[in-house]
Antibody
């Protein structure tokens, strides 16, 4: 059973960088690892994903501000979102997309609320 | 970006009812369509992938159909634990996009 757990600050000041880490129980190898967010009371937005080997794919709407990285030795992957504003306030989920799949997300973290406020 | 449009945005139904939610893509996505269920305060849960394949552990009352641009999620007999919000998602191309959600409420 794969488990994912997000960690990081719950409060970030405007213009600063949001940083989150997702720790995966089980092997991180062989799969794609995603970040997805959900503003309070709203729908889901795909941020991007990283393959365990390090190749990335980002949402163009966020691409200039997003970096996703992976540390296979720690079974972790991370999200950095720079120059945040109140519009980046959301629950951030880390998730797994199995390799060789139809692109579905089969395991999700519980989510972590990040509030952007001074 | 591929736009995903769900209908209805919300519906009221009773336990035992047959419920249908539709999802339309702005261009053909073949069968690259997934359905998720989300309960308040929880992460989404994968129900259906590849338009019609039931995820392991998901009750058989859930089913999916469609291809191209038009898709359907059906709950054959609504149970109390099925009251939730349902999202479709296309995985045909990036950026991945979701429908706006359909909230299924108790009648």
């Amino acid at each position: 059973q794969v488990q994912l757990q997000e960690s990081g600050p719950g409060l970030v000041k405007p213009s600063e960088t949001l940083s989150l880490t997702c720790t995966v129980s089980g092997s991180i190898s062989g799969h794609y690892w995603s970040w997805i967010r959900q503003p309070p009371g709203k729908g889901l937005e795909w941020i991007g994903y990283i393959y365990y080997s390090g190749s990335t794919n980002y949402n163009p709407s966020l691409k200039s501000r997003v970096t996703i990285s992976v540390d296979t030795s720690k079974n972790q992957f991370s999200l950095k979102l720079s120059s945040v504003t109140a519009a980046d306030t959301a629950v951030y989920y880390c998730a797994r997309r199995p390799s060789g799949s139809y692109g579905q997300v089969d395991y999700w973290g519980q989510g972590t609320l990040v509030t952007v406020s001074s | 970006d591929i736009q995903m449009t769900q209908s209805p945005s919300s519906l009221s139904a009773s336990v035992g009812d047959r419920v249908t939610v539709t999802c339309r893509a702005s261009q053909s996505i073949s069968s690259y369509l997934n359905w998720y269920q989300q309960k308040p305060g929880k992460a989404p849960n994968l129900l259906i992938y590849a338009a019609s394949s039931l995820q392991s552990g998901v009750p058989s009352r859930f089913s999916g159909s469609g291809s191209g641009t038009d898709f359907t999620l059906t709950i054959s007999s609504l149970q109390p634990e099925d009251f939730a919000t349902y999202y479709c998602q296309q995985s045909y191309s990036t950026p991945r996009t979701f429908g706006q959600g359909t909230k299924v409420e108790i009648k």
